[in-house]
């Protein structure tokens, strides 16, 4: 059974803070996806990471940054939190495409209030 | 640009009623649909994917290509059907998905 575990299931930080947002998966996945969760707005992609210290944007980058030292690790950076970045945050991991389709694997995610 | 599009964000029904929950999605190569749903405190799971063609908990989806959309079925809906609903499109690059913005069901008895 795969399993996805994100750091914190709820943060409370102030506007100005680093704040570190850390997901594991303990099923050998290459991919890992960082995601926000919006009312209205649905999953929308921050970055991925197909491979170790390999990363891509995804469709709202600004503000955030990725790391991947290991396979099984991938941290969400907020480098100086904002308001606008209060939301819910999900982590995922799925196999490359064509070893096991394309099934992405969510953590419980991390509802982030910053104030 | 690949773009999925859930024109419902609301969707109360009647238990025992058919429940549809829309989703049209544009792309110019060939697709790979899924549905994903995310019941109250539990964590975004897969329902089923298009090329699959199974149903599963009642739920089926077709894919109409000619209409681009990949609607979400189910003839009589229950309670334990309340839940977000998400329609993602593989962009096949690396695994990425686009997910649309959801439907919330509510089925009220």
Redesign the interface.
Known sequence: DVKVTQSSRYLVKRTGEKVFLECVQDMDHENMFWYRQDPGLGLRLIYFSYDVKMKEKGDIPEGYSVSREKKERFSLILESASTNQTSMYLCASSQLPGTGGYEQYFGPGTRLTVT | AQRVT?PE?LLSVFKGAPVELKCNYSYSGSP?L?WYVQYSRQ????LL?H?SRESIKGFTADLNKGETSFHLKKPFAQEEDSAMY?CAL?L?S????Q????TQVVVTP
């Open positions: 859930q964000k790979e899924f964590r975004l799971q897969l994917r090329i998400y593989s096949y690396w695994g990425k998905l997910f649309g913005a959801g």
